[in-house]
């Protein structure tokens, strides 16, 4: 049976910058994958970045020392 578990959700303004993510975590060993956004929430180009609820300090401040944009960041109870 499906269960819900939180999981760190952070969306961005534009696809480029979602792509710059994926590549940004995949060159730093850094946790998650691009998904569709949500329904929960809404984003202006429909991709957002799905981690470990616990990743979450390590990659606002590993984004933030990059420089990257990235529109909201938060937790969701999302399906498994």
Do not use: Y
């Not at 819900?4 to 730093?28: R, V, W």
């Not at 691009?34 to 329904?39: F, N």
Request: proline share 6%; net charge negative; glycine share 6%.
């Amino acid at each position: 049976m499906r269960e819900k578990k939180p999981a760190l959700i952070i969306t961005f303004s534009t696809t480029t910058d979602a792509m710059g993510m994926e590549q940004f975590c995949a060159q730093n060993a850094l946790p998650g994958r691009l998904i569709p956004v949500p329904r929960e929430i809404s984003a202006g180009c429909g991709l957002a970045w799905k981690a470990p609820v616990e990743a979450k300090e390590s990659l606002m401040a590993a984004m933030a020392d990059a420089g990257m944009h990235w529109q909201e960041a938060r937790v969701l109870e999302l399906w498994v």
